[in-house]
């Protein structure tokens, strides 16, 4: 059982930098794959970026960040991340990180546990 929590959301100009954090339980963290997405107000959720198991080295991006989002984990904290740079308002929504083993995957339904989301904000 792994038990997430994101943080690190808020309000930002555009052109301004967040860092979003999750936070695991789970003594076997290590072994999961991490992934974040968000939603936006009367969209689908969508994949916005994912890590590879400890140790795997694999980084995924949706085109629509690459460039500007960079994820990265730090298995002795239990903690992912992801560094958001130039932001702009199409990047409002709400995030949430996802665990499941292995691989990281694009697909909602491939993920076993989620966090709670937290929002971000971009202004014009």
């Known amino acids: 059982q792994v038990q997430l929590v994101e943080s690190g959301g808020g309000l930002v100009q555009a052109g301004g930098s967040l860092r979003l954090s999750c936070a695991a339980s789970?003594?076997?963290?290590?072994?999961?794959?991490v992934g974040w997405f968000r939603q936006a107000p009367g969209k689908e959720r969508e994949f916005v970026s994912g890590i590879s198991w400890s140790g795997g080295g694999s980084l995924y991006y949706a085109d629509f960040v690459k460039g500007r989002f960079t994820i990265s984990r730090d298995d002795a904290k239990n903690t992912a991340y992801l560094q958001m740079n130039s932001l702009k308002p199409e990047d409002t929504a709400v995030y949430y990180c996802?665990?499941?083993?292995?691989?990281?995957?694009?697909?909602?339904?491939?993920?076993?546990?989620w966090g709670q989301g937290t929002q971000v904000t971009v202004s014009s």
């Open positions: 789970g003594h076997t963290f290590g072994s999961y794959a």
């Open positions: 996802a665990a499941r083993p292995g691989l990281p995957q694009t697909r909602i339904g491939e993920y076993e546990y």
